[in-house]
């Protein structure tokens, strides 16, 4: 009852102070220019002079003599400016005051003290009188250095404890995890951070060995208990993750330990990545899905990459998509000679020039609007630039539009590959890397098995040329799962949802796939281009599968919501051809291990390029009458394992069996 009187009281004290105009006018009060600064600072040692002669008058001595008055005040004031002037003591923002300024105004008071001296030393010399007594100048910078500090202290006290304390109450109480130098950082960042997000309770020590001491006036909190009942102890609603030892296990634990209890999580970067320390706090974010699927950094073979593309002209096909996109910027790092970028999104195309020409390189970069179906429009491409290594990104990936679309689907996941591939070989590319999907194993849709189809067309090309001797081009296909952040994948998706209040839709709460963030999968491309020999379908290590529900309800709770309470989850069922659970392989294919261990090479069974070459030409061309039961029924007729689920197609395999 006594405690809420008091707090009743206070309210009502702040509300009457915030409702007077003084205060309003302290409130809205900006930094004061320098120069009134200089005159406080002025005042200040005036009245310490005068404070120093009354003290010292008192004991029956005089500090200044009497007869010299129109010397030594005009004296003291000079000096005194000078040795401001000097050590910048007025430069500095009073609320904001630290220790540096603290040892400023420690310098400036016992330099003007020691120029004092030495100005009575040579009058002395000179008149055999003193202007000055010599232990009043030392008494005076003593009373000077504290008054000057002290004022700055009170005034930084006022702003911190009283102008914004009705503005404390609207901050989120936060604990920060971590005590080494990054956590102290980002503390006194948030500190003076204007306007305050966060009102600062304590540290937590992940190795409990400051027991009982304190960081910046607020207690070190051990982690013997559960980091949830630490915040509960002190009232935190959001924990700072500042601390770079974790593991990513031990961060991971943490952060589903507190958004089990619906409490809010940040993290920060490292203090050594900050471009601008002024801007320490606005680095301060949300944890993000990334920041939870990323695995350990993945350890190139830079010299084999670099081997491959430096000095080399590079053509990048769907250059402007997320996947196209990302390789064009690791691509760069290479220092190849020419870069082309080509997509038929003239827009996004556009940007990613805009995006690269930033870039500190002496690649020449080259954007063309075109379009892989267009095979007379691509062989003035390789004619003009003549690429040594090919990266085929370009394709059709959505899986109920393809559904829709067959032909469409087949026109540039089919058609376009098979005209860069051919070109690729006219041309004597050194290395023709295609993107592939994990949709393209056991296909159930459309989208997947014209990747599949295409997968096929590169592999029976490539053993072709190699059974008559002609190894100037190496084809290679990569082949991975959902990448995190890409167009059209879950993770946006589920953002804007969150973003607009919900719900969130799901097709099935049983739902499984793989996960890759867009440069480790852009990195793993570069990296099987280069160690290719040709031939291969390399698969990738997509690490532990995610169930899509558990990743809603945690970008849910990630976002500071309760899942089914503030934003709903509404499962709408499967679209159509699409799988519960993707594969990375076929169900008669093995997998052969490489020198890197995320990548391994699928055993696959060659088709022969003759028959295969003439299905895929049939396919394009009834692709072309727009007849969608015949080109579904072609597709099955190359890929026998296409197997089509919660689809309209699913008649025409019943009608196979």
């Not at 008091?6 to 309003?24: G, P, Q, S, Y």
């Amino acid at each position: 009852m006594e405690k809420k009187f008091k707090k009743n009281a206070l309210n009502a004290v702040d509300k009457a102070l915030n409702d007077t105009k003084i205060w309003k006018v302290f409130d809205n009060l900006g930094y004061l220019p320098r120069w009134i600064i200089l005159v406080i600072d002025l005042f200040v040692i005036s009245v310490t002079g005068i404070l120093s002669y009354v003290l010292i008058y008192r004991t029956g001595i005089l500090y200044v003599n009497p007869r010299l008055y129109v010397i030594s005040i005009p004296v003291y004031l000079f000096i005194s400016l000078a040795t401001f002037r000097v050590f910048r003591t007025y430069s500095g923002i009073i609320r904001h005051s630290s220790y540096i300024d603290a040892v400023k105004i420690f310098f400036s008071q016992f330099t003007a003290a020691f120029l004092l001296l030495a100005f009575n030393s040579a009058y002395k010399s000179l008149t055999d009188d003193l202007v000055f007594l010599n232990i009043g100048i030392l008494i005076n910078a003593v009373f000077s250095f504290a008054s000057l500090f002290l004022y700055r202290v009170l005034v930084k006290q006022f702003f911190e404890n009283y102008l914004n304390q009705t503005k404390k109450q609207h901050l989120t109480k936060a604990i920060i995890y971590g005590t080494d130098a990054n956590a102290i950082a980002v503390a006194n960042a948030l500190k003076s951070e204007v306007p305050g997000r966060f009102k600062l309770v304590g540290f937590i020590d992940k190795y409990s060995q400051n027991k009982s001491k304190m960081i910046l006036g607020l207690p070190i909190l051990q982690h013997k208990k559960k980091t949830s009942t630490l915040m509960r102890v002190f009232g935190a609603q959001a924990l700072i993750i500042a601390d770079k030892s974790l593991t990513k296990d031990e961060k991971l634990a943490i952060v589903d330990e507190c958004l089990e209890f619906n409490y809010k999580v940040y993290t920060v970067p490292l203090v050594s990545d900050w471009e601008d320390q002024k801007e320490i706090s606005k680095k301060i974010k949300n944890f993000q899905i990334q920041d939870l699927l990323e695995r350990k950094p993945i350890v190139l073979d830079n010299n084999s990459i670099s081997q491959q593309l430096k000095g080399k002209k590079v053509l990048i096909t769907g250059a402007a998509g997320s996947i196209g996109s990302e390789i064009v910027r690791q691509v760069i790092q290479f220092n190849p000679q020419c870069v082309i970028m080509l997509d038929q999104a003239e827009t996004p195309l556009h940007h990613l020039g805009l995006e690269i020409s930033k870039v500190e390189a002496k690649t020449k970069l080259v954007t063309i609007i075109g379009d892989v179906k267009n095979r007379n429009e691509l062989n003035e491409v390789f004619k003009a630039y003549k690429p040594d290594v090919v990266y085929h990104a370009a394709a059709y990936k959505h899986v109920p539009l393809m559904e829709g679309n067959p032909s469409q689907a087949i026109f540039v996941n089919v058609q376009g590959t098979k005209n860069v591939a051919d070109l690729a070989c006219e041309y004597d590319v050194d290395s023709f890397v295609m993107v592939s999907t994990d949709k393209a194993v056991n296909p159930s849709n459309v989208m997947g098995a014209s990747k599949r189809i295409a997968e096929k067309y590169v592999q029976a090309l490539h053993n072709k040329l190699l059974a008559e001797g002609n190894i100037n081009t190496k084809f290679i296909t990569t082949r991975f799962g959902n990448v995190l952040g890409s167009n059209g994948s879950v993770v946006p998706l589920f953002t804007k949802q969150i973003e607009s209040g919900g719900p969130i839709t799901l097709t099935h709460p049983d739902i499984i796939r793989y996960f890759m963030t867009i440069p480790e999968a852009c990195q793993l491309v570069l990296e099987a281009g280069a160690m290719g020999k040709g031939g291969e379908i390399y698969i990738f290590d997509m690490g532990k599968p995610v169930k899509i529900i558990d990743l809603a309800k945690k970008m849910i709770r990630l976002a500071g919501f309760i899942p089914d309470k503030d934003i709903m989850i509404k499962i709408v069922g499967l679209r159509p051809g699409e799988k519960l659970y993707e594969e990375l392989l076929n169900d008669t294919s093995k997998t052969l291990p490489t020198h890197h261990e995320k990548i391994m090479i699928a055993q696959e069974v060659y088709d022969d390029f003759s028959r295969l070459e003439c299905l895929t030409n049939d396919l394009i061309e009834c692709a072309s009458s727009y007849s969608v039961t015949a080109v579904v029924t072609k597709m099955k007729e190359i890929v026998p394992e296409f197997i089509s689920m919660n689809s309209a197609f699913e008649e025409l395999d019943k009608a196979v069996n």
